[in-house]
């Protein structure tokens, strides 16, 4: 077997493993896009129970009620801003995995010495540019 047959069996094998690599990126998509309708639905639901609470404190809380829960309500904010930019940096770094997965330019790979997809498609290309 050539050089050039070894070439299309490993591009061929990493074809089918980057299928399945693109299955699982479309299964993650999905589940994030869970959590982010979760997290759109939760605040949703807070900022209705913001509206409550500086309804009630509006109709007649002392001062003091009145400011201990406004200093809860900034608290809570700052927990749930927090919690989604957990969350979004979390999808964010799954994909760049998944990313990386399906490119071949993992860090084990890359330590045994194996070309990632684009170097494959550039030394086909270089080849291919070289023949004609």
Known sequence: MDSVDKEEVLVTDHADHAEQKLIELRFATREANE???????????????????????????????RDQV????????????????????????????LSALLLGE??????????????MIQRKV???DKSS
Do not use: W
Not at 83 to 93: E, M, P, R, S
Not at 106 to 119: A, C, F, H, L, V
């Open 70 to 97: 406004a200093e809860s309500l900034k608290t809570y904010q700052v927990s749930v801003d927090q919690a989604i930019k957990n969350a979004t940096d979390a999808v964010f770094a799954r994909f760049d995995q």
């Open 35 to 65: 959590v982010l309708a979760e997290l759109k639905q939760t605040l949703k639901a807070l900022q209705k129970e913001r509206s409550v609470i500086e309804r009630l404190i509006l109709n007649g809380f002392d001062e003091l009620i």
């Open 106 to 119: 993992t860090k084990d790979r890359k330590r045994r010495g194996q070309m990632s997809i684009p170097e």
């Open 126 to 128: 270089d080849q291919d």
